[in-house]
């Protein structure tokens, strides 16, 4: 019964939709902005807003922030928007921008005279779009119907925000996309060039709550396409053993614990007090780049960004041959051009760390950085925030 209630809903929304693009005219100064599909404010889209805080262009723009949750609090003037609302497709009826770091729903049309502003979230490792050869999401019922709907879905963008000329490459093909693309970093970035001092990351450890005498390891593992409960809500994959992990590294450092965004469950680690300091899906990550002294990701786009700051990198790949060749397969051998060691178990983990052994990779991050990072410089929000003013 609620299923039904729900697609009579729908299907009257999107018949109002229609109604306000025939009768109402877009609006340069109305800008959408959503991260995420609205689970949260992060990523490009908030830094891009901020930007315009900055400035005080948020007085002069109506910007609008699509949430889940609108009890998030927001900086300046934007207005916060429950998804899927009324208003929700007033807005994109309406409004002259749309800035976005996922694919938006298809059933939303988008109006000639609007610019779409396509963010992404991350340089890709792991194969994308037209370029996959198998599909294990839940979401999708197919590969074929996944690229036919990925294909409508880049048509409506006008503009593709890329980190470096790799992705552009990648982009260009896997999202079949010939418009603008944007090779000027991502503006989430921005915060590791303008706050990587000692008193903005003292600062931040102390309003997070963490501690300033230990050293920091931030864990964040990218979410596994066929671990999932439903609908885009997928599992916290992990094999560390995080007993052990305690028991091994608590006297000197202390564990920082974000899931992806996607990930739809919050594992309980309160036996862990004063060792685990987790962080759910809806936090943003970057300022846990900045106050983390090693990153331990696996296949997670968090790489790419967090070697802007130049510092070490462990990888847990416990399942690399399984997710490499069932799952989602990789642009680049991995194993060769890590920018540091990759570790199979918690022992190895855990004895990499104590040794300090990924010192040894420092050549492979200058050289993975010079690869992936030589667009980023801090400025990319500002950049946006131009192209907008120049449109408008």
Request: charged share 25%.
């Given at each position: 019964m609620m299923l039904l209630v729900r697609k009579i809903a729908k299907y009257?929304?999107?018949?109002l939709y229609n109604i306000f693009i025939l009768f109402s005219r877009v609006n340069k100064k109305i800008i959408i902005f959503e991260s995420n599909l609205g689970r949260n404010y992060s990523g490009n889209p908030r830094f891009i807003y901020e930007e315009m805080v900055r400035r005080g262009l948020d007085k002069q723009y109506s910007c609008f922030f699509i949430l889940e949750d609108t009890r998030q609090n927001l900086p300046g003037h934007a207005i916060k928007v429950k998804r899927l609302s009324l208003k929700y497709f007033y807005l994109?009826?309406?409004?002259?921008?749309?800035?976005?770091d996922?694919?938006?729903?298809?059933?939303?049309?988008?109006?000639?005279?609007?610019?779409?502003?396509?963010?992404?979230?991350?340089t890709p490792l792991k194969r994308l779009g037209l370029d996959l050869e198998q599909i294990s999401m839940e979401s999708e019922r197919s590969l074929s119907s996944y690229k036919?709907?990925?294909?409508?879905?880049?048509?409506?963008?006008?503009?593709?925000?890329?980190?470096?000329?790799y992705s552009s490459e990648i982009f260009r093909r896997a999202f079949n996309f010939n418009k603008k693309i944007l090779e000027i970093g991502?503006?989430?970035?921005?915060?590791?060039?303008?706050?990587?001092?000692?008193?903005?990351?003292?600062?931040?450890?102390?309003?997070?709550?963490?501690p300033l005498d230990k050293r920091l390891i931030l864990y964040a593992p990218t979410w596994r396409d066929d671990e999932h409960y439903g609908r885009l809500k997928y599992k916290f994959s992990t094999r560390l053993d995080f007993d052990?992990?305690?028991?091994?590294?608590?006297?000197?450092?202390?564990?920082?614990?974000?899931?992806?965004?996607?990930?739809?469950e919050r594992p309980d680690f309160s036996a862990y007090e004063g060792f685990i300091y987790p962080f759910g899906a809806d936090?943003?990550?970057?300022?846990?780049?900045?106050?983390?002294?090693?990153?331990?990701?696996?296949?997670?786009?968090?790489?790419?960004d967090y070697s802007i700051l130049n510092r070490p990198m462990i990888f847990f790949a416990y399942d690399i041959s399984r997710y490499k060749d069932n799952i989602r397969g990789f642009y680049f051998d991995f194993m060769k051009e890590a920018p540091g060691p990759i570790a199979t178990d918690t022992k190895q983990l855990a004895d990499i760390i104590l040794s300090e052994a990924y010192r040894q990779y420092e050549d492979s991050l200058r050289t993975f950085r010079?690869?992936?990072?030589?667009?980023?410089?801090?400025?990319?929000?500002?950049?946006?925030?131009?192209?907008?003013?120049?449109?408008?």
């Open positions: 009257l929304m999107l018949v994109f009826a309406r409004a002259g921008f749309w800035v976005s996922t694919r938006m729903p298809n059933y939303l049309r988008k109006r000639k005279k609007t610019v779409y502003i396509q963010c992404w979230h991350g036919r709907n990925l294909i409508r879905n880049t048509r409506k963008w006008d503009y593709l925000i890329s980190q470096n000329s991502y503006p989430r970035n921005d915060i590791l060039f303008q706050k990587n001092n000692r008193a903005d990351i003292t600062e931040i450890k102390r309003r997070l709550g963490l052990y992990l305690h028991s091994r590294l608590s006297g000197e450092y202390a564990l920082i614990v974000k899931a992806h965004y996607l990930v739809g936090f943003d990550i970057a300022e846990l780049y900045l106050v983390a002294d090693l990153l331990i990701t696996d296949y997670s786009s968090v790489m790419f010079r690869k992936f990072n030589h667009a980023d410089d801090g400025n990319a929000s500002a950049r946006v925030v131009e192209l907008i003013r120049s449109l408008s």
